[in-house]
């Protein structure tokens, strides 16, 4: 067999040949060339007659062996009628990429469940480069417009760099995916959105999820009046946590003894769980949490209670239970839950929404977890089209593939 016929083979790259190799101090150099002669353009994909000039490039393809693979090739520039000078499309990369596609799809697919870090150093490229790779990745694998068929859509905010900076991300409930993502966080990134989707997608929305801040609110309802407004229930419960943990604070701060301040201090935990998830020694805190801190367990019990009144089903009884735990909450001598109380009664019918509409969080609460952990992880990443690159990724259904090659006999 001969060396070229060899390496066509372990290339596996449609309409490419081998035309030469060397070793050079990196690896393995293969001149290649596309198999059709006639040039297209990378810009409009049309075909152009007109050559411009030629200079010769390297692109870094997939390691055989442990062992670098660079192409070489005297990329064409073009004279396109409709787009002017660009370059000609190469099968075996996108226009503007030192990459080949079948890398490119390798280094997306790792990024997927993989810290950055790791497909770094794996597939030896800089972290930067990761995050480049991804965003084209993303660009060319979306084939259907995630826009269309919105019904019920979650409105969230996710911060990175330290809290320094926001992106607002727009999930579609049913499929349970991302749909959008933008940086910034306030009515006007949101108008964006309305603004793609345009108001024909605009009326067909008739739920949608938000927090209770107050920012999106007048976005939504100025852009899709039909849509029943609706507050998320991790953002309810978010807000009693840190009620909870507001009144936790305040009595560890109150108290003399160092080692009583030590003992309270390390109920957090306890108290922050779900009651059925509680280790024995956990529980064994909540217990004393109930003997020696009145407050303390009040708040607990006014936090899991509202959280238990958000598992109904049955608007009119979820209703029922609202209007006491506000009540309750009012009336508690807990300054946090008090305003937690008037919180709730000012978006009162927005949570009953929430019990109404049946929304099943439990995909939501996945992708929401999900897209947490990915800002966690890309916590480096000092842009924010890095970070909305790999939510697309990693929470927008894109099923990729390790790039496999099989040999083929002609
Ligand atoms: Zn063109």
Request: glycine share 6%; with cysteine; proline share 3%.
């Amino acid at each position: 067999m001969r060396a070229t016929t060899l390496l066509n083979n372990l290339l596996g790259i449609k309409r490419t040949r081998v035309v030469g190799l060397f070793f050079d101090e990196d690896g393995l150099v293969i001149d290649v060339r596309p198999t059709t002669r006639v040039a297209w353009c990378s810009c409009c994909g049309r075909r152009v007659r007109e050559i411009h000039d030629a200079r010769e490039r390297y692109w870094r393809h997939l390691d055989l062996g442990g062992m670098k693979w660079h192409l070489r090739y005297r990329l064409r520039r073009v004279r396109c009628a409709r787009c002017g000078v660009t370059v000609e499309m190469v099968p075996w990369a996108q226009p503007g990429s030192w990459f080949t596609d079948a890398f490119e799809t390798t280094v997306a697919y790792l990024a997927q469940s993989a810290a950055k870090t790791v497909v770094a150093e794996m597939m030896r490229i800089a972290w930067a480069t990761v995050g480049s790779i991804v965003a084209r990745v993303v660009g060319r694998h979306r084939g259907e417009d995630l826009l269309d068929g919105l019904t019920f859509i979650g409105i969230d905010e996710l911060s990175y760099r330290k809290h320094h900076e926001y992106v607002t991300v727009v999930i579609d409930h049913r499929r349970g995916r991302v749909v959008w993502a933008a940086p910034g966080k306030n009515a006007d990134t949101l108008r964006r959105f309305f603004a793609e989707l345009g108001p024909e997608r605009c009326a067909k929305l008739l739920g949608v999820t938000i927090d209770m801040s107050g920012a999106y609110i007048a976005a939504v309802t100025e852009a899709a009046p039909r849509a029943r407004l609706t507050f998320d229930r991790f953002h309810v419960q978010r807000l009693a946590h840190d009620a909870l943990d507001q009144v936790r604070r305040a009595e560890v701060r109150a108290l003399e003894d160092p080692e009583d301040r030590r003992a309270l201090k390390n109920t957090r935990f306890a108290l922050q769980k779900n009651p059925w998830n509680l280790t024995a020694i956990e529980s064994g805190k909540l217990a004393d949490v109930q003997r020696t801190n009145a407050p303390i367990y009040r708040a607990y019990l006014l936090k899991e209670t509202l959280a238990a009144i958000l598992d109904r089903r049955q608007p009119n009884v979820a209703r029922r239970m609202l209007d006491d735990w506000i009540g309750w909450a009012a009336h508690s001598r807990l300054a946090p839950f008090a305003k937690l109380a008037r919180t709730i009664r000012a978006h009162l019918e927005g949570i009953i929404a929430y019990v109404a509409t049946g929304l099943s969080n439990g995909r939501t609460e996945g992708l929401n977890g999900k897209a947490r952990t990915i800002t966690r992880r890309s916590y480096g990443l000092h842009s924010a089209s890095s970070l909305i690159a790999m939510l697309f990724l990693c929470c927008s259904g894109l099923t990729l593939r390790p790039a496999h090659a099989v040999p083929s006999f002609h």
